[in-house]
């Protein structure tokens, strides 16, 4: 592949020189660096690049240009390029309008000028950008292949495991897709045996399941100790941010996962209200981000579920999905919450094929030009009805209230509005799930009375619960399953009787000492990604006070 391309745009020689020449100077090796002295003559660089599948990571351009200002270039510039990183260069006094163009064309980052240092005010906005722009940039293919079935919840899983993994395939539907077929043949590999996953070193892995693949693709399935000071679970916001601060501040920390660091935060498109990120920031962003912070610091992470805790003395176990257990002094339970289900006849039977929970990012591209349904009203199902919107015809928000203003926040909402392919049916219901191999059609009540209607995916945000019933007993919980800690472990006032110290527990400590609770799974949580984000934090600050007792 030939090296992705910087862009830099200006009508003023001078600092085009001077732009050009310090990304050479620290981009030249791994990026080309070219240039435009115009924002037309820039777009049609752009167009033929295009023609030529060549990929451009980033274009920087100055705002005051004649003909057309560098706001106006980057608008259109997205048109051809969506996916690079476009940053504006302003004078002091363009501040304002530079800040205005987050929103209108969605710029990624505003620079002032001069930007002497560039060492200091260039490279690590731009390195930054770039590290973004690499996370989701797809090279020509080289990378795993996937033959299924669209509709078998196997195939399904193999998807929904690579892609939150962040390990790129390209799929293929042996039954849409006579490739698939093809390649299968080649390999004399029958199609009773998909999913079929092909590597690049030629090798294949016949009815594919998630942890045959993870050790495929190189995640560690196994900590490299028995023993950590704190062992975490859950790698969304709240564990991401105990693992940095845990490891920054000397705790040897183990993250356990089954999926890539993110959590529910990695499912949603874009979240827009996360402190320090005026463009948002994809959820998959944040927990890579976070990941490669907290590993940095030392911590470790492995690809597993939790199943058990043990409690053993002053020692915790946690016993993950293949039987293996690593022990700890602390555990940060941290493993937010489930999709919760849609409990009408025939989901069940239909999840995976046609039905799905937060599985939007995975399954987005095969929905491409067909008819989408999405069940639920708060923001969740907003986010995922936007993202669905660039790639699907239609995109119906199927809500039982009487409109999404109580339930949406206002951005959402506006957005929605302003999106054409978006419809919002209110006062509706589903009733039913139909269909033998694959969901085809949705019996709804809606403000007409009943109707069955031809439906091939239903995407469906109703709300999420706990999935904690693989907890010891001694793991205190409310009536819906959410943790108990701190305060909320006494009832009129008295702490349990299972609770035997002579100090109270802190503040994110559940029943057990040394066991803490952060995040969506627990009880009275605000949901959101910087109150996990917070309390995983504190958590540590607790974490160190009860080891200091040792
Ligand atoms: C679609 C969507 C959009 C959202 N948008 C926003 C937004 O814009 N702004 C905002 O502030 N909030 C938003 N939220 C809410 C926000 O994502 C959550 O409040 C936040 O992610 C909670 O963080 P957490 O770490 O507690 O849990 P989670 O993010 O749920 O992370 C928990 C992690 O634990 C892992 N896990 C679960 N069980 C186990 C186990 N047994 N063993 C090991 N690991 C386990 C899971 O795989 C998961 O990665 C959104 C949520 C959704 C679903």
């Given at each position: 592949?030939?090296?992705?391309?910087?862009?830099?745009?200006?009508?003023?020689?001078?600092?085009l020189?001077?732009?050009?020449?310090?990304?050479?100077?620290?981009?030249?090796?791994?990026?080309?660096?070219?240039?435009?002295?115009?924002?037309q003559?820039?777009?049609?660089?752009?167009?033929?690049?295009?023609?030529?599948?060549?990929a451009?990571?980033?274009?920087?351009?100055?705002?005051?240009?004649?003909?057309?200002?560098?706001?106006?270039?980057?608008?259109?510039?997205?048109?051809?390029y969506?996916?690079?990183?476009?940053?504006?260069?302003?004078?002091?006094?363009?501040?304002?309008?530079?800040?205005?163009a987050?929103?209108?064309?969605?710029?990624?980052?505003?620079?002032?000028?001069?930007?002497?240092?560039?060492?200091?005010?260039?490279?690590?906005?731009?390195?930054?950008?770039?590290?973004?722009?690499?996370?989701?940039?797809?090279?020509?293919?080289?990378?795993?292949?996937?033959?299924?079935?669209?509709?078998?919840?196997?195939?399904?899983?193999v998807r929904?495991?690579?892609?939150?993994?962040?390990?790129?395939?390209?799929?293929?539907?042996?039954?849409?897709?006579?490739?698939?077929?093809?390649?299968?043949n080649?390999?004399?590999?029958?199609?009773?045996?998909?999913?079929?996953?092909?590597?690049?070193?030629?090798?294949?892995?016949?009815?594919?399941?998630?942890?045959?693949?993870?050790?495929?693709?190189?995640?560690?399935?196994q900590?490299?100790?028995?023993?950590?000071?704190m062992?975490?679970?859950?790698?969304?916001?709240?564990?991401l941010?105990?693992?940095?601060?845990?490891?920054?501040?000397?705790?040897?920390?183990?993250?356990i996962?089954?999926?890539?660091p993110?959590?529910?935060?990695?499912s949603?498109?874009?979240?827009?209200?996360?402190?320090?990120?005026?463009?948002?920031?994809?959820?998959?962003?944040?927990?890579?981000r976070?990941?490669t912070?907290?590993?940095?610091?030392?911590?470790?992470?492995?690809?597993?579920?939790?199943?058990?805790l043990?409690?053993?003395?002053?020692?915790?176990?946690?016993?993950?999905?293949?039987?293996?257990?690593?022990?700890?002094?602390?555990?940060l339970?941290?493993?937010?919450?489930?999709?919760?289900?849609?409990g009408?006849p025939?989901?069940e039977?239909?999840?995976?094929?046609?039905?799905?929970?937060?599985?939007?990012?995975?399954?987005?591209?095969?929905c491409?030009?067909?008819?989408?349904?999405?069940?639920?009203?708060a923001?969740?199902?907003?986010?995922?009805?936007?993202?669905?919107?660039?790639?699907?015809?239609?995109?119906?928000?199927?809500?039982?209230?009487?409109?999404?203003?109580?339930?949406?926040?206002?951005?959402?909402?506006?957005?929605i509005?302003?999106?054409s392919?978006?419809?919002?049916?209110a006062?509706?219901?589903?009733?039913?799930?139909?269909?033998?191999?694959?969901?085809?059609?949705?019996?709804?009540?809606?403000?007409?009375?009943?109707?069955?209607?031809?439906?091939?995916?239903?995407?469906?945000?109703?709300?999420?619960?706990?999935?904690?019933?693989?907890?010891?007993?001694?793991?205190?919980?409310?009536?819906k399953?959410?943790?108990?800690?701190?305060?909320?472990?006494?009832?009129?006032?008295?702490?349990?009787?299972?609770?035997?110290?002579?100090?109270?527990p802190?503040?994110?400590?559940s029943?057990?000492?040394?066991?803490?609770?952060?995040?969506?799974?627990?009880?009275?949580?605000?949901?959101?990604?910087?109150?996990a984000v917070?309390e995983?934090?504190?958590?540590?600050?607790f974490?160190?006070?009860?080891?200091?007792?040792?």
């Amino acid at each position: 592949m030939t090296r992705p391309i910087l862009l830099a745009v200006d009508d003023d020689v001078s600092v085009l020189e001077a732009v050009v020449q310090d990304l050479r100077r620290q981009y030249g090796e791994v990026y080309r660096v070219i240039r435009a002295a115009g924002g037309q003559a820039a777009l049609d660089t752009l167009t033929q690049l295009k023609m030529r599948q060549e990929a451009v990571s980033l274009m920087i351009s100055d705002q005051r240009m004649p003909g057309m200002t560098g706001v106006e270039f980057l608008q259109r510039a997205r048109e051809i390029y969506p996916d690079a990183r476009r940053v504006l260069l302003t004078a002091y006094a363009d501040t304002e309008a530079a800040i205005r163009a987050i929103n209108s064309a969605r710029i990624h980052y505003y620079l002032n000028k001069p930007w002497d240092p560039p060492e200091e005010k260039l490279y690590p906005v731009i390195g930054d950008l770039l590290d973004d722009w690499k996370a989701g940039f797809r090279p020509p293919f080289e990378g795993l292949r996937v033959i299924g079935h669209r509709w078998s919840l196997k195939d399904h899983r193999v998807r929904i495991f690579l892609s939150s993994n962040h390990v790129p395939y390209r799929w293929f539907d042996v039954a849409a897709n006579p490739e698939g077929l093809q390649m299968l043949n080649e390999r004399q590999i029958g199609a009773d045996q998909v999913p079929v996953v092909l590597f690049p070193d030629g090798t294949a892995l016949t009815n594919a399941e998630p942890d045959a693949l993870a050790t495929r693709v190189g995640l560690r399935i196994q900590a490299t100790q028995e023993f950590y000071d704190m062992v975490v679970v859950g790698a969304g916001p709240a564990g991401l941010a105990a693992a940095v601060y845990g490891a920054s501040e000397g705790l040897h920390t183990l993250v356990i996962e089954p999926v890539a660091p993110g959590g529910q935060a990695g499912s949603s498109s874009r979240i827009e209200n996360y402190l320090g990120f005026p463009a948002g920031v994809t959820g998959a962003d944040l927990g890579r981000r976070a990941h490669t912070q907290a590993s940095r610091f030392g911590a470790e992470f492995v690809t597993q579920r939790a199943t058990g805790l043990r409690i053993d003395g002053q020692y915790r176990f946690i016993q993950v999905a293949d039987g293996r257990e690593v022990s700890s002094h602390v555990v940060l339970l941290a493993p937010g919450v489930q999709y919760r289900k849609l409990g009408v006849p025939g989901a069940e039977r239909l999840t995976g094929r046609g039905i799905y929970y937060g599985a939007a990012l995975a399954e987005a591209a095969s929905c491409a030009d067909e008819e989408v349904y999405i069940v639920g009203g708060a923001n969740s199902a907003g986010q995922v009805a936007l993202h669905f919107a660039k790639y699907a015809c239609k995109v119906t928000i199927l809500v039982r209230g009487e409109g999404l203003s109580e339930t949406m926040s206002k951005y959402l909402i506006d957005e929605i509005a302003h999106t054409s392919n978006i419809v919002v049916e209110a006062c509706t219901e589903v009733l039913e799930a139909i269909g033998e191999e694959r969901l085809e059609c949705l019996r709804l009540s809606g403000p007409a009375g009943e109707v069955v209607i031809p439906a091939s995916s239903l995407f469906v945000f109703i709300g999420a619960a706990p999935g904690t019933e693989w907890l010891p007993e001694c793991i205190l919980r409310d009536e819906k399953g959410f943790l108990l800690a701190g305060p909320d472990l006494r009832s009129r006032g008295e702490l349990p009787e299972i609770w035997r110290e002579q100090r109270d527990p802190f503040l994110l400590e559940s029943s057990v000492p040394g066991v803490f609770v952060a995040g969506d799974v627990r009880h009275g949580s605000v949901k959101r990604v910087a109150s996990a984000v917070g309390e995983g934090s504190i958590a540590v600050q607790f974490a160190h006070q009860y080891l200091a007792g040792f």
